[in-house]
């Protein structure tokens, strides 16, 4: 039931987007140097890696780590890559993760392949046999401004308790979050 809904929402936010996604194409492509899409490695249901889309917000000799860990990560945005995270437009793409099965609407947010600290923790509490989502349980109660073991029970929580009722209620908190962009820090 689950992949069926991630199915329809995804091809109904498709259409309903496919402007604003063909426009934040064009700004990235206009305001920096590479693809206005950039392909990171993510490790997603039983520790399986895919490639996720994000709309490109830092340049292209960004190192390949969590934003976290960059000394001063603001010096690696693109002029519009502040405006893409803040939005959330960075992660219009993830769609196409949705639409192939890579990530749900909701469940834990996909660690990126050399997380090896996130990865382990996962592993540990199981929350590695969900599918990882375009947002969750705690992007809702923190984001960006989680400790990763905070983040770990947070979607520990999430594995135990899904319901429909529930993904639908972080659905809805995600857009009031993102409206007032709360828990970005980069």
Known sequence: MKRLLDLFLALCATLVLIIPITLVA???????????????DRVGKHNRIFKMPKFRSMRIDTPAVATHLLGNPDQFLTPIGSFLRKSSLDELPQLWSILVGDM???????ALYNQDDLIALRTEKNVHT???????WA???GRD???IPQKVELDAYYLAHQSL?????????????VLRRDGITH
């Open 104 to 110: 749900s609407f909701v469940g834990p947010r996909p």
């Open 165 to 177: 009722v529930l993904d639908i209620k972080i659905l809805f908190m995600t857009f009031f979050k």
């Open 139 to 141: 992007q809702i109660n």
């Open 26 to 40: 064009i700004a990235v492509r206009l305001t920096s140097q590479g693809p206005a899409i950039y392909w990171s």
């Open 145 to 147: 401004e989680l400790p």
């Open 130 to 136: 969900i599918v990882p989502g375009l947002t969750g």
